[in-house]
């Protein structure tokens, strides 16, 4: 066993997934899409694309956030927080989880954002200022562009008046969170939390700001085809948004109540490169520290590993350090386990993305599939490992290990495992 061992007020399991993503909304209109490799990718509608060379992205379409919070506060709710509100709503619910039966005090939720506000909310308060000056602003928005305004509206929303908190790491964001609400659990802090991530960049700010880095890809045409992990002509990251969000809980609270249970948290690590704001070092090596050390804390051998749930975000650096660090960690047995991006498919939404990557994982443990990396056509001599290219597979799948990069050079590591 883990570092819980056998005590199940120490053993945290995860019960609940909720995904708003933009190839689907919801666990299982997300799954469904994620393993049948249909791509959320399409060309942007939302906004003006003439004055930025990329011109896709994964856009949230049909996403009406009253379905979620009274119709009036989500007139006035940042696009990132309703986007944190519903994917908290849709995690409790399919959790089978009553809040009103729930002590606030004990109930609690960690979500991670990278961008915040500078979205929806940064693009309307810059158009209202230079059309109207300082009196055109809203008095509110400044509490709405905050990063905490998402976990504060999670805790609004669902009555939670437990520990909480909001994590900054970008990308790592979701499953930093997941290892904070676990610590919280173990320590007795609380017996129900919340944990996940959400973004709204997809916006003319965001997009032209990512233009002028060159981070994002030039393959606009086919718009589903642009996002190409691991592939020998990848170019570059397409931008997405959205949210995801984990239940989290005690074993013991957990059944008690009788609740799903989809796998177990055994270890989470975080390490930096401290290296390069934006450049990977293409070693790989402090990502390999953060698997060996996710390894240790879990108790959990490098053999036992069945799946890589990968970040793969269609970068030449970040695939290429990525493929050595779990070279490095799994040794010869890296060839024959399989390893896949669901990025391919979502596009790159930074901080929701390892959520996405959790709720993947889950489902391959539950369902034994092991969803695809999409769009690999040309293999990379430097990116030789088991993509699971382009359709899903059937497999037995136990103990899975998720990865995230974030700008700066940080590295995170979660494992998880079926629950026994």
């Known amino acids: 066993m883990g570092p819980s061992l056998l005590n199940p007020r120490r053993r945290v399991v995860m019960t609940g997934l909720g995904v708003v993503a933009p ?5 299982d209109e997300f799954w469904n899409a994620v393993v049948e490799g249909r791509s959320g990718i399409d060309w942007i509608t939302s906004f003006d694309t003439s004055d930025t060379y990329c011109k896709i992205g994964g856009e949230v379409r049909d996403f009406d956030a009253a379905d979620y919070m009274p119709a009036k506060k989500a007139h006035r709710t940042g696009r990132f927080s309703a986007f944190a509100v519903a994917a908290a709503r849709l995690a409790v619910a399919d959790a089978n989880l009553d809040s009103n039966g729930l002590d606030p005090y004990k109930s609690g939720a960690v979500f991670g954002t990278t961008l915040a506000g500078l979205g929806n909310i940064g693009d309307e308060m810059y158009h209202h200022f230079e059309n109207h000056g300082a009196r055109g602003l809203d008095p509110l928005a400044p509490s709405q562009l905050s990063a905490h305004a998402a976990t504060s509206n999670v805790f609004i929303e669902l009555g939670l008046k437990g520990p909480n908190t909001t994590t900054g790491v970008g990308c790592v964001a979701s499953i930093d969170a997941v290892g904070t609400c676990a610590n919280m659990l173990r320590s007795g802090q609380a017996n129900v939390m919340i944990a996940g991530a959400t ?8 997009m032209s700001l990512l233009c002028e880095q060159k981070v994002l ?3 606009n045409d086919p718009p589903e085809e642009a996002c190409r992990p691991y592939d020998n002509t990848r170019d570059g990251l397409v931008l997405s948004e959205g949210a995801g969000a984990v239940v989290l809980e005690t074993a013991e609270h957990a059944m008690a ?17 401290a290296y390069h704001l934006l450049l990977a070092d293409p070693g790989g090596d402090e990502l390999a520290y953060a698997f060996k050390r996710a390894l240790l804390e879990g108790k959990v051998a490098a053999d036992e590993v069945d799946y890589v749930c990968a970040h793969g975000i269609s970068n030449r650096q970040y695939d290429v350090a990525e493929t050595k660090a779990v070279k490095a960690v799994l ?11 669901i990025k391919s498919s979502t596009g790159q939404p930074f901080a929701p993305g390892g959520a996405w990557q959790l709720a993947a994982a889950c489902m391959s443990i539950q369902t034994g599939i092991i969803p695809p990396t999409i769009n690999y056509r040309v293999p990379d001599p430097d990116c030789d490992l088991d993509y699971v290219p382009n359709y899903a597979r059937r497999a037995r799948v136990d103990t899975v290990m998720v990865n995230s990069h974030s700008v700066g050079g940080t590295h995170g590591c979660l494992i998880i ?3 026994e």
């Open 23 to 27: 190839n689907g909304i919801g666990k």
């Open 257 to 273: 109540r009788g609740a799903p249970i989809y796998c177990e948290v055994m270890g989470y690590a975080a390490t930096t490169e």
């Open 417 to 419: 495992r079926r629950f």
């Open 199 to 206: 973004e709204a960049c997809l916006s003319i700010v965001g």
């Open 331 to 341: 040794g010869k047995r890296a060839y024959s386990v399989p390893m896949s991006s």
């Open 217 to 219: 890809t030039h393959h």
